[in-house]
């Protein structure tokens, strides 16, 4: 995979190239989670945590810590 090209913006206007590969290999984990029918929600209110959830045909089937949804994301099978 080539990496983006930036041509004529400056240099903090965006992350280092070592950043996009992690943003694609989690877009690349949530296209295999959605071919196996499963998605990762986040949610909160503003009263509490962040709430993680592993979703198997629209039903949460349980929660997730932050650092498993970490490793999902960088292609870890659930």
Known sequence: MSEPEYRGVPADCYPPPGVWREVDEAARSVG????????IEFRNDESGPLL??????????????L???LAVAAGAPL
């Open 32 to 39: 295999m989670l959605w071919a196996e029918g499963r998605e």
């Open 52 to 65: 993680i959830s592993l979703v198997e045909g629209g039903e949460r089937v349980r929660e997730l810590s």
């Open 67 to 69: 650092p498993e949804t």
